[in-house]
């Protein structure tokens, strides 16, 4: 049972619990990685940079970001913060002092983390929503699946004994200690015998053999028909993050099977993790990229749609269903492909952050409008019959500023609220904030892509990290890209225009406008 001693510490959980549910929308995820990632993140593009794989300019770009960020961070000592400037006042090189002292900072501080939280909140020494984003990612940096992360965070939240929110990331602190990455077996079965050569050394379980194992891990054999399968050894810090990537050597090797044999694996649905008491879907979850306007403008399948539209929307899709570096290879090109400036491939991280900040308030506002007038019809009824997502973000935003949007029972939707008040009071400098966050994770895809394609490197430290804080964000920024061109008949970088001067010119006096910067009804 939680002990939370105020509303900072309430809204704090809230969130935190709330990153790591598999339902929340992108205008509610985390944006970015942790602190203690992005520490490792300079550490290696630095020697990437000695090998003529990403630029100084790249590289001071990630410095940059990170002094910025440790500089208002609680969980740093004063002179740790110090010596993290004194080292990037220019861009450290590979084996160079500077870069072994932040090597060695880097793990000084992943060494206590979120001791070093635990510390600040029983101080009272921070933010709830940087409490939340930096302890969440923080922990899916680390390795943690979020189901394994929901699951255990909730098991304390219902525990009969009591705990404050500090003794939560002392423990916390516990299961990263506890739980290190660590060697899992996973069984991965087809339907039909793969060909073979005759001198295969892959070492293949046959049908009565795969039945065998499964019994004797105690999983249930009923209706597993399976040809055959193989055991692949995979390292994680939990059994769904062992499945997740024992899903990703099995798209390694279903893409080799189709270019060697022109078949791809016929895979069983289902993979088993050895220890677990439960079996996972063979397929990946989804990594939440949507467009929704194609289905509301009924344009699934329509024909003679713009071209350059609709080849960034077939490239997008890799970034939904594809090995990571397909993944990220694919989502790169859709974005560069319609928001590139011509001398500048990377401009099209700025521009898109540009589209995906000014269609956050209208999004969060259209989401918390229908709770609130479904949860409260009586004090809300100005809401009734209001149909257009505008008029609606409008009306919830009038009410946000009077004070009259009565107490959400989600804590989660208080906090909602909350951050839509302070956005609301002061809009310039929040979307600004919100714009940098989005932009340096559209700039972590690019340098990843270039890695990829550049260095042939498949084992960047922020690899599958740059994944998971892109793929719901490109979505929403590619669907107010299409809304734009079939409805107002605007070009991706005309949009991206409109966009920069409403960021420009938004201010206190006309709050209002936050729901109309891309004049989307």
Known sequence: MLNLVNSTQQL??????????????????????????????????????????LSEGSVKRIASSLLKRVGSHPAFAIAEKHLLAEQVRQVPRAEGVAHF????????VSSDYLSRWAAAV??????????????????????????????????????????????????????????????????????????????SRTPWLKAAAVTEWLRQNRFDTAGVRAAA?????????????????????????????????????????????????????????????????????????????????????????????????????????AIEGLLADPSDRASAADNLATLVTCSFPRAELTALSRRAERIFPSQCAELLGVETNRERSRVLARMILE???????????????????????????????????????????YRQRNLILHGGRLDSVALHASLRTVAKLAGAGMDRITHGHYEQGLRPLELVAKANLALAVIDRASPLECVDLLEVA
């Open 403 to 445: 004070n009259r949007v009565p107490a959400m029972p989600s804590v989660a939707d208080q906090a909602a609220v909350a951050r839509m008040r302070k956005l609301l009071l002061n809009p310039h400098p929040e979307l600004q904030t919100i714009k940098d966050l989005v932009a340096e994770s559209f700039h972590r895809l």
């Open 101 to 108: 002292i932040i090597r060695e900072l880097c793990q000084r």
């Open 122 to 199: 029983a101080g009272g020494n921070f933010r709830p929503e940087h409490f939340a984003r930096h302890v969440g990612a923080h922990l899916l940096d680390a390795g943690f699946s979020p189901q394994f992360l929901h699951d255990w965070i909730a098991s304390r939240r219902d525990a009969p004994e009591t705990i404050t929110l500090a003794e939560l990331c002392e423990e916390l602190q516990g299961v990263v200690q506890s739980n290190p990455p660590r060697p899992f077996d996973v069984l991965i079965a087809v339907k039909s015998m793969p060909r073979l050569n005759g001198a």
């Open 229 to 333: 399968a193989m055991i692949v050894t995979v390292t994680a810090r939990d059994d769904v993050g062992a499945a997740s990537a024992a899903r990703n050597e099995s798209d390694r090797y279903s893409a080799r099977a189709l270019l060697a044999t022109g078949k791809p694996l016929d895979l069983l649905p289902s993979v088993w993790v050895r220890g677990s008491s439960r079996e996972f879907p063979a397929k990946t979850n989804s990594r939440g990229v949507a467009v929704s306007e194609l289905f509301r403008g009924d344009r699934i399948f329509a024909s003679g749609v713009s071209q350059n539209v609709d080849a960034a929307l077939e490239l997008l899709a890799h970034l939904e269903d594809s090995s990571p570096p397909a993944a990220i290879a694919g989502g790169w090109g």
């Open 12 to 53: 704090s959980f809230a969130r935190l619990y709330e990153f790591f549910s598999e339902q929340k929308h992108w205008y509610r995820s985390l944006w970015g990685i942790g602190t203690v990632l992005a520490m490792d993140e300079l550490v290696e593009a630095c020697t990437v940079m000695k090998q003529g794989h």
